[in-house]
């Protein structure tokens, strides 16, 4: 019988882990759908789109080459006013006059932009010219932001979690290592003298056994034993059971009994789950310190591992970058030359948000806190004084 139990309970627990596991399983999954649809739908749309020159474009070249011609003319003109009139004329360019759709609207570079959307990011370098892709960005962008805010909220109680646990252990290790400086051996001594006190109060505490009760009972020692009374045996027998039973078990059986109570025992669980969205960073209590502190270490780290890659940005500007886009900032005055590898860099970007959002809920609560303080503050000093009157 124990080597059956020993399987079925494993069963048990690795169905219990992928439901507890499901609902967050279930927020990343939707969202990776999400993010591949638009890219498949803005690179078809975008990257086949017709480029039609227009009427700008040919007074762009018209000018460009009568820049040109003066300057092949006349070669003593002034370096100054040509370079003035290029620099005029670059800034009235636009990049869709040299760039072909389909080069900048891949799959992965469609990919990347729709996570600039949902993100909130929207760094600017990427964007839909055609009339319906403006129109399917902003129904794409109505759906795919609360679906990332879900997704933040939801990874966010699991990282309010780990963080409360580590720092609540922290706490504990600091407290116990304070605890041994400050313990001597007069003190230390007395603390087991009153750990064996009480183990010695909790071993007498302990339930009697039926032979002990009839002992005790000083009508059952005048008496024989076959002369007891019925009842107040009985009484003994449902006292001693009431220490000596097991827990019941019949919902286990009921449960395991019957799959479909089973299975419905597992969907409200699960319901569960999905209502406790956003209780744990509720309940996260941690210095704002600490978490300034996390960020930075944070995003230290990927602007060491950043300009790898993307050999233009130092250190400086890769901490600069990653700031800007975790914060969904996202001014867009730093081009990237690889956005693909940056994309695989998606992981970090959430988690970093998901860091930041924290430090700001964190931060939302210190101000609260603040608001309050100040505004009690105030009132008890515009408070009138009260005046005692005479009787």
């Known amino acids: ?59 762009f070249l018209q000018n460009l080459w009568y820049i040109s011609r003066n300057l092949s003319d006349n070669m003593t003109e002034n370096e100054e006013i040509f370079k003035e009139k290029i620099h005029a004329l670059l800034n009235a360019a636009e990049r869709d006059w040299f760039v072909n759709p389909k080069d900048i609207w891949t799959f992965f570079g469609s990919l990347f932009f729709c996570c600039t959307v949902f993100t909130t990011v929207g760094y600017g370098n990427t964007y839909p010219v055609t009339r319906i892709g403006k129109y399917l960005c902003m129904l794409y962008a109505l759906f795919g932001i609360p679906l990332m805010f879900l997704v933040l909220t939801d990874m966010g109680d699991i990282l309010a979690t780990v ?20 313990c001597s051996g007069s003190i230390c001594s007395k603390g087991d ?22 002992k005790s009972q000083p009508g059952v020692k005048r008496k024989p034993i076959k ?26 059986v009921r449960w395991s009994s019957c799959p479909e109570l089973a299975r419905g025992k597992t969907m ?32 230290s780290c990927a602007a060491a591992i950043l300009p790898n890659w993307e050999t ?13 886009t975790l914060t969904t900032i996202g001014f ?16 970090y970007i959430i988690i970093g948000m998901e860091i930041v959002f924290i430090a700001f809920k964190l931060g939302q609560d210190r ?12 009132g008890e000093k515009k408070m009138p004084s009260k005046k005692v009157y005479p009787k």
């Not at 580590?166 to 600091?174: A, G, I, N, P």
């Not at 003298?193 to 183990?199: D, I, T, W």
């Not at 107040?232 to 286990?252: C, G, Q, V, W, Y």
Request: aromatic share 12%; net charge positive.
């Open 227 to 252: 002369y007891c009374n019925a009842e107040i045996f009985e009484m003994l027998i449902a006292r001693e059971s009431e220490h000596t039973k097991p827990a019941r078990k019949k919902n286990i």
């Open 1 to 59: 019988m124990a080597s059956t139990s020993q399987p079925l309970r494993g069963k048990r627990a690795c169905k219990n882990i992928f439901w507890a596991v499901f609902p967050h399983a279930c927020f990343i999954l939707s969202l990776v759908i999400y993010a591949f649809l638009g890219a498949l739908m803005f690179s078809h749309i975008e990257g086949n789109r017709k480029v039609n020159l227009s009427e700008e474009y040919r007074n």
């Open 163 to 182: 963080l409360s646990k580590s720092y609540s252990e922290f706490r504990k290790l600091q407290s116990k290592i304070l605890a041994s400086k400050l």
């Open 268 to 299: 409200s669980r699960v319901i569960k789950n999905f209502d406790k969205i956003g209780t744990q960073l509720e309940k996260l209590d941690v210095p704002i310190v600490l978490m300034v502190l996390v960020i930075f270490v944070y995003i």
């Open 312 to 324: 233009r940005l130092d250190f400086q500007e890769a901490f600069y970058f990653c700031f800007i």
């Open 332 to 347: 867009g005055d730093t081009q990237l030359e690889h956005p693909k590898f940056f994309l695989f860099f998606s992981l």
């Open 367 to 378: 101000l609260i806190g603040l608001y309050k303080k100040v505004i009690s503050f105030c």
């Open 193 to 214: 003298e009153l750990k064996s006190r009480a183990q010695s109060k909790v071993v007498i505490n302990e339930p009697l056994t039926i032979m002990e009760v009839l």
